[in-house]
């Protein structure tokens, strides 16, 4: 690992890949697709290394069931794909959510639907990381917006995962999986490393699904002298499937409520230039980096406007949209989407502000000039 005096210049898949192994992944299924490819092929080398398995899957479906059958043997666990890949391992992310078994997922979009834009960027899968399996659910997803950002959120991945019991995502997108950056590479040191509780009761006594004040139940691995049952079926304390409606209400209210419970300890969000703006602009992942560029520019012109960016995107911080949508008269949304985030920061305004959505769908970035005339337009109403 690095020491503090090391400087490197890496893209974001580097750094994930080099999060995962700062975090203790010991184990990584996937199968090679655009533009996430690189990930893969670099723990292919190093994960042996360290005396973990790297093994490439025939597809993104049996990918994720390797996952979450080395995690529930109690190793960290981490898939990585693209938009294609990451809808054939929804099934198996609904699994590991009503299983509770901890594993991280990363996804460098690209545009699609379908086989898309395999090559070039996009938010499109911003909604499908909260929603794409069905049912309801917990989920965490993590987005950062530069390539260290990619590093420290990767290693954060992998503690709310095992923390929680919950698979967690890892949202890149082309830009920040390719662009080469200076990183100063941090001491191990410096990171916090979470392992999963473990019961301190008898296995003749262990319930592995039993509700805990923290909603959380403690996890052991397979083999270790604890017999359980694991299954997708709705299930009791004993993780044996139930058709009792007390039972089946109790268990859907913790899985779903452990998330929010816990969220202002999850969720994670940077504060710009907000102190005395009249406009707000809320952006995440590689276009936040052009509106803070837009930004800085509009400062230049007099216009008083700051971002909220987030960097966990699910729990979505809609208590920090609802104090900014208090103190500013606009709320400014750029995604390379058609809009899927901006109507969840306007349903969390509660009308209080006006959302004014900068959309782009052709597989190209969107410039800081386009929304610094967005910021213009607004300014000058």
């Not at 987005?143 to 698979?167: C, G, H, K, M, Q």
């Not at 952006?283 to 400062?299: E, F, N, P, Q, V």
């Not at 012109?301 to 900014?324: A, D, N, Q, S, Y």
């Amino acid at each position: 690992m690095a020491s503090k005096s090391e400087v490197r210049a890496m893209t974001g898949n580097e750094a994930c890949a080099e999060g995962a192994l700062i975090a203790g992944l010991g184990f990584f299924a996937g199968y090679p697709i655009t533009p996430s490819s690189e990930i893969a092929e670099i723990l292919s080398v190093r994960l042996p290394q360290q005396k973990g398995r790297f093994i490439q899957m025939e597809d993104e479906i049996a990918s994720m069931g390797a996952v979450i059958g080395a995690s529930l043997m109690g190793t960290k666990a981490m898939t990585a794909t693209s938009g294609p890949g990451f809808s054939l391992k929804q099934e198996n992310i609904g699994y590991a959510a009503t299983a509770e078994i901890p594993c991280v997922i990363v996804n460098v979009m690209r545009g699609g639907p379908s086989t898309g834009l395999p090559t070039l960027p996009a938010q499109g899968d911003v909604m499908q990381a909260r929603w794409g399996t069905h049912g309801d659910h917990p989920i965490i997803a993590l987005i950062p917006n530069s390539v260290r950002e990619t590093l420290d959120l990767t290693v954060r991945a992998f503690n709310l995962a095992e923390r929680y019991r919950s698979p967690v995502v890892v949202l890149l997108d082309e830009i920040i999986g390719h662009v080469n950056e200076r990183v100063i590479m941090p001491d191990t040191s410096e990171f916090e490393i979470v392992e999963r509780t473990k019961p301190t009761i008898s296995p003749d006594k262990f319930l592995p699904y039993q509700h805990t004040d923290s909603l959380i139940p403690p996890m052991v691995s397979f083999g270790q002298g604890y017999r359980y049952h694991v299954t997708g079926l709705v299930h009791d304390q004993t993780g044996f499937p139930t058709n009792n409606p007390t039972e089946i209400e109790k268990f859907q209210l913790r899985l779903n409520t452990k998330i929010e419970k816990h969220q202002d300890k999850i969720i994670d969000v940077e504060e710009y230039m907000l102190d005395d703006a009249d406009f707000g602009i809320f952006a995440y992942g590689s276009t936040s980096r052009s509106a803070r560029h837009a930004l800085r520019l509009a400062r230049e012109k007099g216009v008083k406007i700051g971002m909220l960016r987030p960097r966990v995107l699910w729990p979505f911080p809609t208590e920090h949209v609802k104090r900014l949508s208090a103190r500013v008269d606009t709320i400014i949304v750029p995604e390379l989407n058609f809009g899927q985030i901006a109507h969840e920061v306007e349903w969390a305004t509660c009308g209080n502000a006006r959302v004014e959505k900068i959309n782009q769908v052709n597989g190209e970035p969107i410039p800081p000039m386009k929304i610094l005339q967005k910021i213009m337009e607004i300014a000058s109403d």
